[in-house]
């Protein structure tokens, strides 16, 4: 059982860890332990209250202002900024929310227009809270992987009563850690610097990260960890939180006066606020909870084992991917037919197995002014449509893939001039552009119904086998024309639960395709849109040395299978940097590989160099996608990058290093590897030469030393006997 119910308390059980609450005279939920595995805790917060008397002293509404408790919510006792803040038909905001009844499941919990992690092999906690005087209930989910280490939360609101009551803010978990002498770990950034690592100590107050945007963003990620002060990539007490939505999220922790962490995390209650009738139901997202006892690389494990077996789904969630060239930083919007197929020719004599047709073949798209909405193939540049150029693709032996920004509408565009209404706007304001471009409004039936036809026929008349779901701007201007005017701040959830009904239908009716999820780059990168497509494009930049640094910090959460990464051109179009091409394959086998440059500029050395990597790439892919996954160096703080792979059996490994700067006359550098078996010897592969587990994890690699800027090295390691 991982879910136990003795004498009101409850203990969640994981393989590795304990997640203890009580129900506190029998009415508050007070939190009580969450760490590494424990019989039982006696100890109880309530005690601890000295200033009390304690013979006299018994639970009163006062004390939940000092007590960790699970529910915590705006309008009682508890002063502290709650996880729920309901504003009532009558103006008032009180709520006093007590323990009503509980049930424990089996399995997962589908939440209703929501993506969320499935699988039989766990158990589920509900424990319904109810205040009496509104009628309105709360319903605490907790679902236990207990094999993978994982607990799940989220929040259900139910109306009982006889009048409305206005959500202004539900979060979907809410942690009180006693002790706030903790480091926060959160991820920050912009557009091609996506999930830059920060870690600052906790201080009183509120720290948080959160986006405004209406998109989990380039500028932060629903996630965030907290750790104890000596915490290490290997050592040390972490604890995840990780956030299944896609739209503006709030993350944060609150030191209140006695040193208590409460951390909280959920949709962005800043521009939301849900109407909810009697008889109407909320949910809020999931919210996946990782304690780790191993440092900051044994959460990541956590995480990544869980994206594979419960996040990511179909057929490409465990199996090989394509190694596909996308013609994006090959041509930009100048192509036509015989360029795209020259250049497939190309890939496929190098050993590419999929051909990618990015931005630009439709309605009259020579610029990214244009034609958003049109899904219409441009014969000027394609004279024979989408079909005729992937009938040619497919007979070169190449899978064939296609771009698509279903979310947008071009203000020229045939789609625009016939409903101006449909895109997310106010009145007779101004309409905003970004990429001259405007948001299409997801929360009409007939504006999802266009999206869904439209996107599934260019798919069909592509017949694609790959399709690569972009969107390039922020939500501005924030009007949606069909909804009351107390329901506007509904607009951004409401947004992204028609982004979720539109990606659910055209996956599920599309189930053989693989889809790649992108929003100028990472800008969308987040657990809510993997459910759907298993790979997100990592960063628009493709400069070597800075996807080091973006794909490290990326996989503080997110597993390889996951990040889609690529091998540009020299001088990088980022950064106007040159690295060598083994370093940019290197760096790209981080992630679900390819290309992104045109291949017809290569020399014959190179284009055998690439044959070469694609064989390793095809040979090597399910332990790089798959394998657990050790960070080795920290380039935001080295002029070093390194990373490893192990397969489960610890028989099997791939190492990466990466030099940025190469400096002379330098001492011997030994790589301390992690994640190997040390009673066992390994082969390395490149030199013959044979080390121990031991001898590799505590002595280290001898690495080469660096000879030029961005010099790297990969290590395949196989166990002998
Ligand atoms: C942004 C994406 O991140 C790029 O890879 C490319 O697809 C462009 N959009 C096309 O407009």
């Keep these: 059982m991982s879910i136990c119910f003795e004498n009101n308390r409850f203990h969640l059980k994981t393989r590795r860890y304990s997640y203890i609450f009580e129900l506190t005279a029998g009415r508050y939920p007070v939190h009580l332990y969450w760490g590494r595995k424990v019989r039982d805790i006696n100890d109880h917060p309530l005690s601890r209250l000295t200033r009390y008397d304690d013979k006299s002293f018994t639970l009163n509404e006062q004390t939940l202002d000092h007590l960790p408790l699970e529910c915590p919510v705006f309008g009682g006792s508890d002063l502290r900024p709650g996880m729920l803040h309901l504003l009532h038909a009558d103006g008032t905001h009180a709520l006093d929310l007590v323990y009503k009844t509980h049930e424990i499941l089996d399995g997962s919990k589908v939440i209703q227009g929501l993506p969320s992690a499935r699988g039989d092999d766990a158990q589920t906690l509900v424990v319904t809270l109810e205040d009496r005087v509104s009628g309105i209930k709360a319903d605490l989910f907790y679902t236990v992987w207990q094999d993978l280490d994982v607990i799940a939360r989220h929040l259900r609101i139910r109306n009982e009563g006889t009048a409305h009551a206005m959500i202004e803010e539900a979060m979907s978990a809410s942690v009180d850690f006693e002790n706030a002498d903790m480091d926060l770990l959160t ?12 870690r600052r100590s906790l201080v009183p107050g509120i720290q948080a990260v959160s986006t405004e945007r209406g998109a989990s963003s380039h500028q932060t990620s629903p996630f965030i960890a907290l750790m104890s002060k000596n915490a290490t990539e290997r ?3 972490v604890y995840g ?23 909280m995390m959920g949709i962005n209650p800043y521009n939301f606020a849900w109407k909810l009738q009697p008889g109407d139901a909320f949910e809020t997202p999931e919210c996946y909870l990782v304690y780790s006892d191993t440092g900051i690389g044994g959460m990541s494990r956590i995480y990544h ?15 090989p991917r394509p190694i596909l060239i996308n013609n994006w930083e090959a041509t930009y919007f100048n192509f036509n037919e015989d360029k795209l197929l020259e250049l497939a020719r190309c890939a496929k004599d190098v050993g590419i197995d999929l051909f990618v047709l990015d931005d630009g073949w439709f309605g009259h798209r020579d610029s990214d002014n244009s034609s958003l909405g049109d899904w219409t193939d441009d014969l000027n540049k394609l004279p024979g449509g989408l079909r005729h150029l992937s009938d040619s693709i497919h007979e070169l032996g190449l899978k064939f893939g296609l771009w698509v920004e279903p979310e947008m509408i071009s203000p020229d565009s045939d789609l625009y001039r016939a ?14 552009e970004s990429r001259q471009q405007l948001v299409l409004d997801l929360t009409r039936s007939d504006v999802r119904e266009y999206i ?21 701007r922020n939500i501005s201007m924030w009007g949606a024309s069909q909804l009351p005017a107390d329901q506007q701040q509904e607009l951004g959830h409401r947004y992204i639960l028609g982004l979720y009904e539109i990606v659910d239908r055209i996956t599920k009716a599309f189930p053989a395709i693989l889809f790649e999820s992108c929003s100028g780059g990472g800008g969308r990168f987040d657990l809510g849109m993997l459910t759907f497509m298993p790979q997100t494009w990592c960063s628009d930049d493709t400069d070597a040395w800075m996807r080091c640094r973006i794909e490290s910090s990326t996989s503080l959460l997110f597993p390889p299978s996951a990040m889609g990464a690529h091998v540009s051109a020299v001088p990088n179009h980022q950064t106007g940097r040159n690295t060598p091409l083994q370093t940019r394959a290197a760096v790209a086998m981080c992630g679900t590989f390819g290309y992104e440059l045109d291949l017809l500029k290569l020399t014959p050395e190179e284009l055998d160099e690439i044959r070469t990597i694609n064989t390793r ?16 160096c920290d380039p935001y703080n080295s002029n070093e990058a390194g990373w490893m792979v192990v397969s489960d059996d610890r028989s099997e490994a791939i190492v990466t290093h990466v030099y940025a700067m190469a400096y002379p006359n330098q001492k011997q550098r030994m790589l301390l590897l992690d994640g190997l078996d040390p009673d066992l010897h390994y082969l390395d592969d490149a030199t013959g030469r044979i080390y121990g587990g031991d ?27």
């Excluded at 790439?617 to 080795?632: D, E, K, P, S, T």
């Design 452 to 472: 869904v036809s439209a996107i599934s026929s260019a798919i069909n008349r592509a017949n694609a086998d790959y399709i690569k779901w972009d969107m390039n």
């Design 419 to 432: 409903h101006p209404d449909w895109c997310i706007h106010v009145g007779s304001r101004q309409r905003l």
């Design 695 to 721: 001898e590799l994890m505590y002595h280290g690699y001898p690495l080469k030393t660096a000879w030029n800027d961005y010099m790297s090295q990969q290590i395949h390691l196989t166990a002998v006997k």
């Design 241 to 263: 939180f990780a956030l299944c939505y896609s739209g503006s999220f709030y993350a944060g922790v609150n030191v209140d006066q006695f040193g208590m962490a409460r951390t």
């Design 617 to 632: 790439v095809h040979a090597w892919q399910m332990l790089l996608y798959y394998g657990n996954f050790y960070r080795l």
């Design 305 to 319: 084992r869980f994206i594979h077996e419960r996040i990511t789904s179909g057929r490409f969630a465990s199996g």
């Design 235 to 237: 050592s040390g007490d």
């Design 187 to 198: 991820l920050s950034g912009s557009w091609a610097r996506e999930r830059e690592p920060f």
